[in-house]
């Protein structure tokens, strides 16, 4: 990538004013359409949810939803994480994973966890490096690709190593 010239990848934020981001990158990224309330979760979710820019283009996103479990403790659902394949190897996918189980260490927030499609290798890989396990099989989870199932895949975030 590039003529050996450094080039910075930073993180931003997503606002109403860019939220129009996420949503081109989702396109290219994804066979599945995400409706109004991904996009408003994504937003609530504050620092959870980031861009990155290589150099000034705009070109992945892990968007997040916060949920509440019982007793008021909260767990994270990536909703997604995607980096365009032109740019992806190059460290970028690991700094958007990176900065959200770093907020979770600070928030302490133990349970992260995601659905992936069970054909989704490089995605499951990627993630299993990270510490993620598949603890579940859902048959039929998806409605317009094919295969249809997915796993379930989680990590429980250790508040010792603070
Ligand atoms: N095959 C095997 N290993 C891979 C691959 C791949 N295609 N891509 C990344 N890795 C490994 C790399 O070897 C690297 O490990 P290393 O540093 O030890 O060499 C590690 O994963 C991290 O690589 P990054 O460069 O940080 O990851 P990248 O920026 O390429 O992003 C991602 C990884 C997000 C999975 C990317 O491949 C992608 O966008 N895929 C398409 C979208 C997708 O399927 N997203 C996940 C769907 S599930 C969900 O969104 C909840």
Do not use: W
């Given at each position: 990538m590039g003529a050996g010239r450094q080039v910075s990848i930073s993180l931003d934020g997503v606002r109403d004013k860019n939220v129009m981001q996420p949503k081109k990158l989702n396109i290219a990224l994804f066979p599945v359409c995400y409706n109004d309330k991904y996009y408003a979760d994504a937003l609530a979710s504050g620092d959870f949810t980031k861009l990155a820019y290589y150099s000034d283009?705009?070109?992945?996103?892990?968007?997040?939803?916060?949920?509440?479990?019982?007793?008021?403790?909260?767990?994270?659902y990536?909703?997604?994480?995607?980096?365009?394949?032109?740019?992806?190897?190059?460290?970028?996918?690991?700094?958007?994973?990176?900065?959200?189980?770093?907020?979770?260490?600070?928030?302490?927030?133990?349970?992260?966890?995601?659905?992936?499609?069970?054909?989704?290798?490089?995605?499951?890989?990627?993630?299993?490096?990270?510490?993620?396990?598949?603890?579940?099989t859902i048959q039929n989870y998806y409605t317009n690709i094919t295969p249809p199932d997915c796993y379930l895949l989680t990590k429980i975030i250790s508040q010792t190593k603070k």
């Open positions: 283009i705009c070109v992945g996103a892990i968007a997040c939803r916060l949920e509440k479990k019982e007793h008021g403790a909260v767990r994270v990536i909703m997604t994480l995607g980096v365009l394949a032109p740019y992806r190897g190059l460290g970028i996918g690991t700094k958007l994973l990176n900065h959200v189980l770093d907020l979770c260490l600070k928030q302490n927030i133990s349970e992260i966890y995601l659905h992936v499609q069970t054909n989704n290798e490089d995605a499951i890989n990627f993630y299993k490096k990270f510490g993620f396990e598949i603890t579940d």
